[in-house]
């Protein structure tokens, strides 16, 4: 019997005490591929995908899939090809859209600060709806459609005002943050909108924050949402679609997040009870997506036993893998091959031999660390996959201490794919110039 990981990952489990994704045994990718690599399963991400379908089945919606959680292009392209539209925040993410087959109708512009240039660029190309975040931003979206002959359809992004309850760094919708229209300046806004010659008011959007781990945020914000469409309509500006933006959070270390379906379920039930079950919806998850599709396999260098600490240096590090960095955030870590008997959750199978470690990375930084007080039955050379890591890891990797970034490999079944070649040191010096002296 496979062991499953993590509840409801069927795709990424031990087959006889071998790590797979899917049906590739990681060790042997590992081996062909080299470390640190990250590995993502296409069905996980189908079947997240599937968990919002069947939630919207029979509604008019439209899933956004927020690319920045893991903008390579053989995921953006499972994504397309699965029929969603890209949330995207700036004018680069519109080229990938564009370069994995995605189509600009389908794309949602988020994002406070868009330029004049990544205006333009989204204009031409034909972008579904640009996500508006003050009335400064109107104004020069408005003179910039009118400089390439086009319209902008817009929403606003609305400050609902409700605590998300994560993390403050991933919280987005209070009064304190930088992101969306004040919760009582929204009329006044969306009329500016509305009299603004190079604009169509086409919605509102919302996205109160990210790893969201409760229904009741979602279930205020949707109230707050629909009580402000109401007002705006009483000024008569039709609102025709509603975007209630991504941030359903999942399972790191035992959190229990609602599942999609059930989460959408009473979502509708709330927005059916108001009349606005019809309209046309939309949403935009990222993690939610990715985030449990995704491992990332490294190698053990070096053990090293220490008087307060014992320190697990893996080849992996802060510029792959940022979330405990920037966020203290947790992702488990296991072995990636364990004895095929009396298989536990979390990959040690030998309590006894288990030695408490803080997993740490090469880079040249205290804060370089993937893991804290990790219980590891570890010995040099051995393979550990940090879990969860398919959102906001590879997307937020860096060249820190000159590392290149790693490889991807996003299995289909018995097919490893390449997305992504490991970065060499080329690649990186590429456009860097010497001084002529
Ligand atoms: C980041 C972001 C999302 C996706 O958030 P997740 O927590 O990854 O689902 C959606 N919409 C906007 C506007 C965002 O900035």
Known sequence: MPHELLPGHPHIAYKNGDLYVENQRVADLASQHSTPLFVYSKASMLDALAAYQRGFAGRKARIHYAMKANSSLGVLQVFAQAGCGFDIVSGGELERVIAAGGDPALVIFSGVGKT??????????????????????????????????????????VNPNVDPQTHPYISTGLKGSKFGVAHDRTVQTYQRAAALPGLKVIGIDCHIGSQIVLE????????????????????????????????LGINYNGETPPAADDLWHKLLAKLDARGFGQRQLMIEPGRSLVGNAGICVTE????????????????????????????????????????????PARGINDTKNAIVYDVVGPVCESGDWIGRDR????????????????????????????????????????????????????????????INV
């Open 116 to 157: 004049r240039a990544e205006m333009k660029q989204a204009l031409q190309a034909g972008v579904g709806c640009f996500n508006v975040e003050s009335e400064a931003e109107l104004e020069v979206l408005s003179e910039m459609a009118i400089s390439v002959g086009k319209t902008a359809n817009v929403s606003l992004r």
């Open 300 to 343: 053990v260098l070096y053990l090293k036993p220490g008087e307060q600490k014992n320190f697990c240096i893996i080849d992996a590090a802060m510029n792959d893998l940022p979330r405990p960095a920037m966020y203290q955030a947790y992702h488990a870590i296991i072995n990636i091959a364990i004895q095929a008997t009396n298989t």
């Open 375 to 434: 219980t590891l039955n570890v010995k040099q050379g051995d393979l550990l996959a940090v879990l969860s890591a398919g959102a906001y890891c590879m997307s937020m990797a860096s060249n820190y201490n000159t590392r290149g970034r790693a490889a991807e490999i996003l299995v289909d079944g018995d097919k490893p794919h390449v997305i992504r070649q490991r970065e060499t040191t080329a690649d990186q010096i590429r456009a860097e110039f010497l």
């Open 216 to 247: 009741s945020p979602y279930l205020d914000a949707v109230d707050r949402m629909l009580d402000l469409v109401e007002s705006i309509e009483a000024v008569g500006i039709p609102i025709h679609h509603l975007d209630f933006g991504g941030g």
